[in-house]
């Protein structure tokens, strides 16, 4: 099956822009994650969307937001860009959300990402 | 503060020698994930821990869950060129239902 698909791969944007990052999880998973990685950071947590709810939230300005779509699709925007936003964003998805007791169901599969660069 | 401490932060090994990275919280987990991340990829799930001392085996590579359910441990054994990358563990804490991950180890291994 197809894997977690983001769009776009890599994006060059300017200070004060906006961006829209689209994430396309596997067929049938109910959960998208989202994640910023930076090579001083590591992985830090954004947010997590179940069933077009947001059940967390990291500790990230509200000029990050995301949102899920009834297809489970998740889209993030990021307004009023600043240089530190500058990484790598990756979505994961999974069958249900991160506090589930199902064994299993709150594994991550994680699409390549998307490089997003700030000039 | 921190909520899951990972180390050492980088490790170099002989091709050949073993290798582990531990993962350690101040509070109980409910359970915890490891991920390996080649140069240039993304995260990829290897193992989920539940059950307290929990002791998990893939081919040279071995996972343990502490009795507390506070630190947890991958060790490799024989490490080879195709190990190089970065090994993160991820905690649901019980207060709080989000997957965090730790800062990973990240492995290079001399050949």
């Known amino acids: 099956k197809a894997g977690v698909t983001q769009t776009p791969r890599y994006l060059i944007k300017t200070r004060g822009q906006q961006v829209t990052l689209s994430c396309s999880p596997i067929?049938?998973?109910?959960?998208v994650s989202w994640y910023q990685q930076t090579p001083g950071q590591g992985l830090q947590f954004l947010f997590e969307?179940?069933?077009?709810?947001?059940?967390n939230k990291g500790n990230f300005p509200g000029r990050f937001s995301g949102r899920q779509f009834s297809n489970s699709r998740s889209e993030m925007n990021v307004s009023t860009l600043e240089l530190g936003d500058s990484a790598l964003y990756l979505c994961?998805?999974?069958?249900?959300?991160?506090?589930?007791?199902?064994?299993?169901?709150?594994?991550?599969?994680f699409g390549a990402g998307s490089r997003l660069t700030v000039l | 503060g921190q909520q899951v401490m990972q180390i050492p932060q980088y490790q170099h090994v002989q091709e050949g020698e073993d290798f582990t990275t531990y993962c350690n919280s101040s509070t109980t987990l409910s359970n915890i994930q490891w991920y390996k991340q080649r140069p240039g990829g993304h995260p990829v799930f290897l193992i989920q821990l539940v059950k307290s001392g929990e002791v998990k085996k893939q081919k040279r590579l071995t996972f343990q869950f502490g009795e507390a359910k506070k630190n947890s441990s991958l060790h490799i054994t024989a490490t080879q060129t195709t190990d190089v990358g970065t090994y993160f563990c991820a905690v649901i804490l019980n207060r709080d239902d989000k997957i965090i991950f730790g800062k990973g180890t990240r492995l290079h291994i001399l050949p």
């Open positions: 994961a998805s999974s069958l249900s959300f991160s506090g589930t007791r199902r064994t299993g169901a709150n594994v991550l599969t």
């Open positions: 067929s049938g998973h109910r959960s």
């Open positions: 969307y179940f069933s077009e709810t947001q059940r």
